[in-house]
Nanobody
Framework: QVQLVESGGGSVQAGGSLRLSCAAS????????IGWFRQAPGKEREFVAA????????YYADSVKGRFTISRDNAKNAVYLQMNSLKPEDTAVYYC?????????????????WGQGTQVTVSS
């Protein structure tokens, strides 16, 4: 198993920035694709960004492309989500998930392990 812990959430004004971290423990971290998802109140959990096992390939939802950057440091067993130019509609609980398969997916069901989430609140 892989245990995931998110951190870095908080409250910011529109236009501000936050950097989320996803720390992993357990099985070899570099064997997992890592994705960030978010869930706003009353809405389904949606894909935000994902990164391949090596970190060479990244994928983004259209709503965050150009504003968010996902990266990973396999030596530190960590994945990061740098969020710039935040908007009120980015308000949600952000979760990181781990997927042990070979192809990056934007589908929530493909991810086997999840953290507890971290709250991001953006005020206008």
């Amino acid at each position: 198993q892989v245990q995931l812990v998110e951190s870095g959430g908080g409250s910011v004004q529109a236009g501000g920035s936050l950097r989320l971290s996803c720390a992993a423990s357990g099985r070899t971290f570099s064997n997992y694709i890592i994705g960030w998802f978010r869930q706003a109140p009353g809405k389904e959990r949606e894909f935000v960004a994902a990164i391949s096992k090596s970190g060479k390939n990244t994928y983004y939802a259209d709503s965050v492309k150009g504003r968010f950057t996902i990266s990973r440091d396999n030596a530190k067993n960590a994945v990061y989500l740098q969020m710039n130019s935040l908007k009120p509609e980015d308000t949600a609980v952000y979760y990181c998930g781990a997927d042990g398969s070979f192809v990056v997916s934007t589908t929530r069901g493909r991810y086997d392990y999840w953290g507890q989430g971290t709250q991001v609140t953006v005020s206008s």
